[in-house]
């Protein structure tokens, strides 16, 4: 048996180099999502600054609400997690 190819957790040599793919692939989304992440909780920052600015509440819980929901929908209970993580780095401790 041969020794196991740089982490793939395979000795095999051509699941080892479809699993190095995969993870590259992995790799370049988990960028995106990091991007794309701070971009976000950029924007919900203005959000809440522009409407305290202009009088209004710092947090709109309806809008909260729509969030969790349409996570909650679309991927479950994990859903419901990442969204209270979304909302929290938009909107800073409270």
Same mark, same amino acid.
């Given at each position: 048996?041969?020794?196991? %190819?740089?982490?793939?957790g395979?000795?095999?040599?051509? +699941?080892?180099?479809?699993?190095?793919?995969?993870?590259? =692939?992995?790799?370049?989304?988990?960028d995106?999502i990091?991007?794309?992440?701070?971009?976000?909780? +950029?924007?919900?920052?203005?959000?809440?600054?522009?409407?305290?600015?202009?009088?209004?509440?710092?947090?709109?819980?309806s809008?909260?609400?729509?969030?969790?929901?349409?996570? =909650?929908?679309?991927?479950?209970?994990d859903?419901a997690?990442? %969204?209270?993580?979304?909302?929290? %780095?938009? =909107?800073g401790p409270?």
């Amino acid at each position: 048996m041969s020794a196991i %190819a740089h982490d793939t957790g395979t000795s095999a040599p051509e +699941a080892a180099s479809e699993i190095a793919s995969l993870r590259e =692939r992995i790799d370049a989304i988990d960028d995106t999502i990091i991007a794309l992440w701070k971009e976000r909780a +950029a924007i919900s920052q203005q959000v809440g600054r522009t409407r305290v600015a202009s009088g209004g509440t710092r947090l709109v819980l309806s809008r909260e609400r729509e969030i969790m929901d349409r996570f =909650r929908a679309e991927l479950g209970a994990d859903g419901a997690q990442l %969204a209270l993580l979304l909302l929290r %780095a938009g =909107r800073g401790p409270l």
